[in-house]
């Protein structure tokens, strides 16, 4: 699990910056550096394999019956990813130290950064593409809280939401697609995947999966026409920006096509496609960048145009243009970071990052004006600088590529692009840092502290010396991975040299030089005959569309949901019963061959009494009080025909559950209007009754033909293997906690996750305008003796009783009837009769351990025991057992299952107080006449005079 630890740590290491807070700046910096630098030293201890031509693969199951596993895989593609991210990240963390104000929460973000780091680290190692998608996903998330950090900020909010819902949609047609590339290939493994190629192509289900996998790869790395949310993203802090346009998130999209390229290119949909979108791109990113102002815009417009590049040449179908491809991806990632960082300073000094208000920096600000020209100039493609050489390496694919029998049109649109390229990364260097010196900034610019330069000057090191020594440098890494791109024998023999001699991409490189130094001449004349061209704006359009999404969604849950409860379970009981009858029309109906059982006196009566306690209810259901009490009838009727068919647990389950809710309900009914709505008409009644009348009478003949016919089921599984498989002989219980153990944790969750719901909602009803609403449906009666001295001594001699009773059928679940549920709702009736009978500040000041705590514990447990099995290499919560011999108890057996029924015996404990409790203290504690009541800061104390009715127990201080 190596390659997992790669992309895990990250993750994990995303809480550690939050508890340094308190520390200082320094040592929250260190605590994200740490998690990333040991990624990268993990990394790089697999390189020496991977350079040596070995792809190094590791692999768990998570959800096989999907074909959903760990499967992560470093070859040369992945290597050269994961070494951008985890190695700009480094940077990026030091960068951010220095950058980010005193207010800003550093803590948080760098756990939003390492958040995402992880995520994309898993996808470029993942093996499967499911899992792929997963981490995908994440980076959607994870950016969308980078974007909106500054969330004070409408255009960071604006931009994160936009960046979500482009992104975000693309992940859901990149799952699409991938789901039929999983089909087309007959594995969900990325690697088999790759190997199945030509399968892959013939397949009928090549052209929808190539549409959906580059529509999710388009949105991602901001292809037109889906380029416009990347701008909109610079409104997060300049280190976000930086490694979002150098190594991450736009080249994600960018990662994938390069990654899919042996089983999805080759064919004409895939050039058409994917080369004239990267060539569009280019040429719309650089147009928009060559007019922009603010300098992180010109660069978010040119990391578009540079994006176009990369997507075009992983178009061209050559070999040759997958080398250039992978070795602008390395250049640009050095530049453009250096680049996005020195916009930072900029602002960060200045105070503006509008050009229009700069100029004459180089004087003020030499370093920076120093590494801000080198990388500006490897951008423009200036020679001796690593830019150039792939820039080159693009003209001459582009040179080669043919387009409707045209062999011009490629190349001259490129030269185009390059041309502007020149132009923009002139104006951003020019206008910034040359020209003539500004003496009204309002704060007056000066070299930055090295913590912000040195980062820069780092990225720029390489951007010379890959630009000198292109061969010695980059050619191992280029070749390495345009080879796990496109295969060994599908390259090209390609050296890396500064000098190719006189070429057409050199012809075509002056002519970009001197057409860029004519337009820049003239630039004035072409913005106003830009300005008279009608422009689409993509934000508007955005905005105009999301609108539109929002009216028709807002139309159509009006018209679904009206409000109407009787309107909404008529509809769905209706549903149900046409499904119900398509079947049984469609089916023979030939009788059940087993005999049915004579029905004795006892039976027959506890029908009658269940059939007349539900008629009761639809009759008397204004009356609050019988209605609960036929309620509780009812249960106890189902309670007896669980044990009439030998289901003692669910017996004892059911008559806890029904004193628990029972308890709840009459607290629950002082909070609830006391009449009910206005009755419907005649006709609607005769309706509903018939809609009820026809799905009781279904349900029925389904249970009568279920229990009429011999069919296996699992519970024969279940029955011989309690004992052998779980250790246990109550059927039941091992299910709940061994086989099907996950439900059972996954429901303590929900459990625990109502509870918090209910103590979130009800803490806002202690006051204000609900508080008084609550108030205002108090009943007038007050009791003499609201905690009568009976029933305060019983509960105290029954406290200890009933918690031996939880401690005693916790203990015996395993073989016996009982377990942590049935045990939990003991102990919690248990408790809650002391806060009924002694009232809540009484029983609160003397609980030890606080429901919330309980919960937390009790899920913390549960999953920690799941957890355990990795250890030895099982699934989550596969239990064990065995046998003991102790002193004095002899010999006894020992489950690990055990441990986890007590979790869910703290979260069912902690969630039935915490429900019970809050009721109560709400209840008592409305406020009257607008403010509180003067008891409500008064410390806890014994109960006084004149407290009201028993239930209404108070929260804290004097209960009068």
Not at 886 to 894: F, S
């Amino acid at each position: 699990m190596t390659l997992a630890l790669i992309a895990l740590i990250p993750l994990l290491g995303a809480c550690l910056p939050p508890l340094t807070t308190r520390s200082s700046r320094t040592v929250t910096a260190w605590a994200a550096a740490a998690p990333t630098l040991l990624a990268l030293l993990i990394l790089a201890a697999q390189a020496p394999a991977v350079f040596g031509g070995e792809v190094v693969r590791t692999s768990a199951e998570w959800v096989p019956r999907i074909g959903l596993s760990f499967s992560f895989m470093l070859d040369g593609l992945g290597l050269f990813f994961a070494g951008l991210i985890l190695g700009i990240g480094l940077l990026i963390i030091a960068y951010a130290r220095h950058y980010l104000g005193r207010r800003d929460p550093i803590g948080r973000f760098y756990a939003y950064l390492l958040l995402f780091q992880g995520a994309m680290v898993g996808i470029v190692l993942s093996d499967n593409i499911l899992l792929l998608v997963v981490f995908w996903e994440l980076t959607s998330l994870s950016s969308f809280l980078l974007i909106g950090y500054w969330n004070h900020l409408p255009e960071g909010r604006q931009g994160a939401r936009m960046a979500l819902v482009v992104t975000g949609g693309g992940g859901l047609a990149l799952l699409a697609g991938m789901l039929l590339l999983g089909q087309a290939a007959g594995s969900h493994e990325l690697s088999e995947i790759l190997a199945r190629g030509e399968e892959v192509r013939a397949s009928p289900l090549y052209m929808p999966a190539l549409l959906l996998v580059l529509l999710g790869a388009f949105t991602k790395s901001a292809q037109f026409p889906f380029h416009f949310w990347l701008p909109h993203a610079m409104a997060a802090p300049t280190p976000v920006s930086a490694y979002l346009h150098s190594a991450t998130m736009v080249k994600a999209g960018v990662f994938l096509l390069a990654r899919l390229w042996p089983a999805l290119a080759g064919t004409d949909a895939w050039f058409v496609l994917v080369s004239l979108t990267g060539l569009a791109t280019m040429l719309v990113g650089a147009w928009i960048a060559l007019f922009k102002d603010d300098l992180k815009a010109i660069l978010a417009y040119s990391t578009v145009s540079h994006l176009g590049m990369m997507t075009m040449l992983l178009g061209f179908n050559t070999g040759i243009a997958v080398i250039a491809a992978v070795f602008h991806i390395l250049n640009h990632a050095t530049f453009k970071a250096a680049l996005f960082m020195s916009a930072g300073i900029v602002d960060h000094e200045t105070h503006t990052r509008d050009i229009r208000k700069l100029g004459g920096l180089y004087w003020l600000m030499p370093v920076t004006g120093t590494l801000a020209l080198i990388a500006g100039a490897s951008m423009a493609g200036v020679p001796l600088l690593n830019g150039f050489l792939s820039k080159e390496m693009m003209l001459d694919a582009a040179a080669e590529a043919t387009l409707a029998g045209n062999g011009w049109v490629v190349a001259t649109l490129a030269t185009l692009a390059a041309l502007l390229s020149v132009a923009y990364s002139a104006r951003f260097v020019f206008g910034t840092f040359f020209g003539r010196p500004r003496t009204a900034f309002e704060h007056p610019p000066h070299e930055p502290p090295p913590g912000l330069w040195l980062p820069v000057a780092v990225l720029v090191v390489p951007v010379v010396a890959i630009g000198l020594l292109p061969g010695p440098l980059a050619g191992p890494i280029v070749e390495m991975t345009a080879a796990a791109v496109a295969g060994p024998a599908g390259l090209p023999p390609v050296k890396l040299t500064l000098w190719h001699g006189i070429t057409p991409a050199l012809v075509m490189s002056v002519a970009a030089f001197a057409g860029a130094a004519l337009l820049l001449l003239l630039i004035h004349h072409v913005e106003r005959a830009r300005l008279r061209l009608w422009r689409p704006e993509a934000k508007a359009m955005f905005d105009a569309t999301v609108a539109a999404a929002v009216a028709g969604a807002r139309r159509l849950s009006g018209g679904l949901h009206t409000g109407s409860l009787p309107r909404d379970l008529g509809v769905i009981v209706l549903a149900i019963l046409a499904v119900g009858l398509a079947g049984f029309l469609g089916a023979t109906h030939a009788p059940g061959a087993r005999e049915v059982q004579p029905t004795g006196i006892p039976a027959l009566a506890a029908w009658v009494i269940l059939v007349a306690a539900c008629a009761g209810l639809a009759v008397a259901h204004r009356n609050r009080l019988l209605t609960l009490i036929l309620t509780s009838v009812v249960g106890l009727i189902v309670s007896l025909a669980f044990l009439q068919f030998s289901a003692p647990d669910l017996a004892m389950t059911q008559i806890s559950v029904e004193v628990v809710t029972t308890i709840l309900l009459l607290l629950a009914l002082n909070l609830l209007p006391k009449t009910t709505p206005a009755e419907p008409g005649t006709a609607r009644k005769l309706r509903d009754g018939a809609i009820a009348a026809a799905a009781g009478l279904g349900a029925a003949a389904l249970a009568f033909a279920a229990m009429t016919r011999d069919f296996e089921t699992i519970s024969t599984y279940h029955i011989e293997q309690s004992k052998p498989g779980g250790g246990g002989t109550n059927v039941v219980n091992v299910i709940l906690v061994d086989f099907r153990g996950f439900d059972t944790f996954g429901e303590i969750i929900v459990l625990g996750i109502a509870a918090l719901a209910i103590h979130a909602l009800l803490a806002t009803a202690l006051r204000g305008a609900a508080a008084r609403r609550l108030d205002a449906m108090r009943m007038g009666e007050v009791s003499g003796d609201a905690h009568p001295l009976m029933l305060v001594v019983a509960t105290r001699v029954l406290l200890p009783l009933a918690l031996t009773l939880a401690a005693y059928i916790f203990l015996r679940g395993h073989n016996q009837p009982g377990g942590g549920f049935i045990a939990g709702l003991i102990a919690a009736i248990a408790l809650i009769m002391q806060y009924m009978a002694s009232g809540h500040a009484w029983a609160a000041a003397r609980a030890r351990l606080q429901p919330l705590t309980m919960i937390g514990a009790g899920v913390l447990i549960a999953g920690l025991t799941g957890m355990g099995s990795w250890a030895f290499g099982r699934p989550f919560l596969t239990s064990t057992f065995g046998y003991f011999h102790l002193p004095i108890a002899g010999e006894v057996e020992l489950a690990s299952a055990m441990a986890f029924d007590l979790g869910v015996f703290l979260t069912v404990v902690g969630a039935v107080v915490l429900a019970l409790s809050h009721i109560a203290r709400v209840e008592q504690r409305a406020e009257r006449s607008g403010h509180a009541p003067e008891d409500a800061a008064l410390p806890p104390g014994p109960p006084t005079a004149a407290p009201r009715i028993g239930l209404r127990t108070p929260a804290y201080g004097r209960e009068d």
